[in-house]
């Protein structure tokens, strides 16, 4: 696989996420999660325009595209003009919301003043190896490829014209594709449909259909073909219109703010709207876990993936949930993802795929388990469920006794407790950040106690524990507050410092302050580190990197999450106006489309580096909600 490490824009429904590029390319899709399976290597389409070889829709120097979202939906829609035929295509890729059936809607129409044959062509591959062996199959009319655990279905409710299961590539760029074999051991084959003569100003719609079978659900000899004769029967122009209504009411439903309608208030709701509309598409219905966003890097060349949930990541994105509205799905991952990943010691590991299992991980980060405890306080405070916090709260306390094996280890300065690593992953040892998360936690502990006690009234013991518990807990975070005051504030940079090793200025040290509140925005040495950070954190455009000498993906590039958390500090301070300014700089990086990026091209402004960043979102959301509610 070429890897392409822009999905610029992302549609999907509760069970199936699809990227694609800004030229319409479906880059990668993922059906039960959004983060696993991804099944395509490559998917590419194309024309065979009279005597012409193949015209890659998303590739060929006579094509000029537009690309945008139909408005206040997940419909994608792509325009394609082949310049030399005066050939317009309309691609419009949406999923339906109650299958796993992406479809791909061509719409055709030739403004030459000749005749134009036309033949459709599809060619795939899907990913394989020595235990996910990949093969072809024509069947009913319709491309199946196929491995052990599942099938990819390409049909239409047209006839295939050609089929070409083994060596497609050495033929698809003539453009005719034909063979032999119905059935072969080859990761990628191609389909042909005739779609005949369309002369000037004639129009016409074609139909690509794109279902993935679960083989231990459906056999793919018998029962598949009449899972895809059931979809062939759909009303594929009532689904689309379904679909664009489905969407706008979710949007409805779920924007809390009002945008001023000049230019900058045009590119909050871009942005705002797009958020609430991506969230759906990065949750593991079953579970809740939530996906960090769609993989842009799967043979790891830049990155050790992305597309997991991290608790951390998790805790601040379900902050956004809250706030437009999305307590359901709060409560999910909560109640389910988080009680189904905690370790029997009270801890969470580094990361998961989204279905609850133990994703790769190259250690462990104390601050994740304490996110989980702040994160569910900071969501009751949202729905004022005492059922919910109850139902949550052995799950706490386990974390918390994990937590204070750490805490206990670091005071005592032994080594007890094996090394963490910081929230960026990068530096192994004790750091401010993490510290403050547990201090948060720890102080969001002693709010669910205040909650719950009265649930206890008539059990003694249990009362009498949770007394105990909170003179423990308000120890420590007389304790935590303590060390770090002595350990990591720098005379000689008047600023506190990220950790014990490095002595770097890290936009994390404002976690301190927002939303841990181990101290406050108006303490003296809060704002002499505010201060160091503009010299030394931001860039000539004003965007905010995230520490000193920061090298990831090239380095010296702005992160959004960076700009958004000093948002918040300013607010957390009363400086409005400085918050606006760093939030303004997220606002005009964002992509055509509305996404926002982890990092900024400082040259560009816009996404330098996984574009459609969960995290990214949220904090956005956050910010949103504080400022203009």
């Known amino acids: 696989m070429v890897t392409k490490y822009f999905n610029d824009a992302i549609i999907g429904n509760k069970t199936m996420t699809a990227s694609f590029s800004k030229k319409g390319e479906l880059l990668r899709l993922f059906n039960q999660a959004p983060d696993y399976k991804q099944f395509f290597e490559f998917f590419h389409t194309g024309v065979k325009i009279n005597d012409s070889a193949m015209i890659y829709l998303h590739n060929d120097i ?133 779609l005949g003569t369309l002369k000037p100003d004639e129009e016409r719609v074609f139909n690509l259909c794109i279902h993935v079978n679960d083989n231990k659900e459906k056999n793919i000899l018998n029962d598949l073909d009449t899972e895809i004769e059931r979809f062939r029967k759909i009303d594929l122009k009532k689904e689309l219109e379904d679909t664009k209504k489905y969407w706008r009411k979710y949007l409805k439903d779920h924007s809390k703010l009002q945008f001023e309608a000049d230019d900058a208030g045009v590119s909050l709701k871009k942005i705002y709207d797009r958020s609430i509309l991506m969230m759906p598409l990065i949750i593991n219905e079953n579970t809740g876990g939530i996906s960090a966003g769609v993989e842009s890097d799967e043979y790891k060349t830049k990155c050790g993936r992305y597309s997991y949930c991290w608790p951390r990541d998790a805790a601040f994105i379900t902050a956004a949930f809250d706030e437009i509205g999305m307590e359901k799905e709060v409560d999910k991952f909560y109640k ?27 250690g462990y980060q104390i601050d994740e388990t304490a996110s989980v405890v702040f994160g569910l306080y900071k969501h009751f405070e949202k729905t004022r469920n005492v059922k919910f916090l109850k139902d949550c709260l052995k799950m706490c306390e386990n974390a918390v006794d994990f937590l204070d094996k750490y805490v206990v280890s670091v005071l005592n300065g032994n080594d007890d407790f094996p090394k963490s690593y910081d929230l960026w992953e990068e530096y192994e040892g004790v750091s401010l950040y993490s ?15 205040k909650e719950v006690t009265n649930e206890f009234s008539n059990n003694r013991l249990k009362i009498e524990a949770i007394e105990k518990r909170k003179k423990v807990l308000e120890k420590r975070q007389r304790e935590i507050k303590d060390f770090v005051l002595h350990h990591f504030y720098d005379e000689g940079k008047k600023s506190f410092v990220r950790n014990l090793n490095d002595g770097r200025i890290d936009i994390s040290i404002l976690g301190a302050v927002y939303p841990f509140k181990l101290f406050t925005s108006k303490e003296k040495r809060v704002l002499t580190t505010v201060e160091r950070m503009n010299m030394t954190l931001r860039t000539y455009t004003g965007g ?82 504080r400022l203009y509610k």
């Open 62 to 194: 006579n094509n000029v595209f537009k690309q945008w979202y139909v408005d206040g939906t997940n419909v994608l829609v792509t325009e394609i003009t082949n310049t030399y035929f005066n050939l317009r295509v309309t691609q419009i890729d949406f999923v339906l919301l109650k299958d796993n059936l992406l479809v791909r809607r061509y719409h055709f129409k030739n403004n030459n003043n000749i005749d134009l044959n036309l033949h459709f062509l599809a060619y795939s591959k899907l990913f394989t190896n020595i235990n996910n062996d990949a093969c072809g199959f024509f069947k009913n009319n319709a491309l199946l490829q196929y491995t052990h655990d599942y099938t990819v279905c390409t049909f239409s409710k047209e006839k295939i014209d050609s089929c070409q299961i083994n060596n497609a590539d050495s033929d698809i760029m003539n453009g005719q594709v034909g063979g032999k074999d119905y059935i072969g051991m080859s990761a990628d084959s191609a389909i042909q449909y005739n």
């Open 435 to 449: 510290l403050a998360a547990i201090f948060g936690a720890y102080g969001a502990m002693l709010e669910m106690y």
């Open 544 to 625: 905010y990197i995230r520490y000193e000498g920061d090298t990831y993906n090239g380095g010296y590039n702005p992160w959004v999450i960076a700009n958004l958390w000093m948002a918040n500090f300013y607010l957390e301070n009363g400086q409005r106006k400085q918050a606006r300014e760093c939030f303004e700089f997220v606002v005009k990086s964002a992509s055509e489309h509305g996404f926002l990026g982890e990092q900024v091209n400082n040259e560009t402004m816009k996404p330098s580096w996984i574009i459609g960043l969960t995290w990214s979102h949220a904090m956005f959301v956050s910010v949103a909600t």
């Open 336 to 362: 389910v993802f988080c009680k189904m990943t905690q370790n029997k010691n009270g801890g969470w590991e580094q990361r998961f795929y989204t279905d609850g299992r133990l994703a790769p991980c190259w």
